[in-house]
């Protein structure tokens, strides 16, 4: 089993820029969650789905989008990157109430 | 939200120390995990603990869930124990999301 898999680990993106992070489970997993990581901070939630297409915002939505088309996939998108958004980003999934797993995350850089 | 405190922030040890790290939460929780993240970023989940005891080879941990803290034991720390230790509670309303403290950062000298 390759867990929680995140593509890619690291970008640079120019302000206005748009892409889309990719999150992976191969558990079976039917709760999905994306967290960013700032200095100094823990993990803050951004979204979170409860099952296949189904999506719903968490603390800090603004400025990002979430598709869950497949049980397995979890997509993060910035539309318009800014600085703000400059962060290290983790997925995790989980099953029920129980132990959350975290993929590698992701760096992104926006200049 | 819930509110989650750890301490202390930050923590140097010889090899071979034992230590105490503590969680203190605002509310009641039903679901309660310490997370590892080592100097790579990587973040481990070492216990899912909502109450009671439980141990995982040096490591332990301790949740009094009616008095709303939680405690994590290291015995004899090694380097590759080094790192930032996060508890995380239950955010009521998101699908079992976790909310996380501050962390404490860990460092294991030789």
């Known amino acids: 089993n390759a867990g929680v898999t995140q593509t890619p680990k690291f970008r640079v993106l120019k302000t206005g820029q748009s892409m889309t992070l990719l999150c992976a489970q191969d558990?079976?997993?039917?709760?999905m969650y994306w967290y960013r990581q700032d200095p100094g901070m823990g993990l803050r939630l951004i979204h979170y789905?409860?099952?296949?297409?189904?999506?719903a915002k968490g603390e800090v939505p603004d400025g990002y989008n979430v598709s869950r088309l497949k049980k397995q996939n979890f997509l993060l998108g910035l539309e318009s990157a800014a600085p703000s958004q400059t962060s290290v980003y983790f997925c995790a999934s989980s099953y029920s109430g129980t132990q959350q797993y975290f993929g590698p995350g992701t760096r992104l850089t926006v200049t | 939200g819930i509110q989650v405190e750890q301490s202390p922030p930050d923590l140097i040890l010889q090899e071979g120390a034992n230590s105490t790290l503590r969680c203190n939460f605002s509310?009641?929780?039903?679901?309660l995990q310490w997370f590892h993240q080592n100097p790579w970023g990587q973040l481990i989940n070492l216990f899912y603990i909502p109450s009671g005891t439980k141990q995982n080879g040096r490591l332990s941990a301790t949740t009094v869930a009616t008095e709303r803290y939680s405690l994590l034991y290291i015995s004899s720390s090694q380097t590759t124990d080094s790192g930032v230790y996060f508890c995380a509670v239950e955010a009521p309303g998101t699908g079992y999301a976790l909310n996380f403290g501050k962390g404490t950062s860990l460092l294991v000298t030789p």
């Open positions: 509310d009641s929780v039903n679901n």
């Open positions: 789905s409860v099952g296949e297409g189904t999506t």
């Open positions: 558990m079976n997993h039917e709760y």
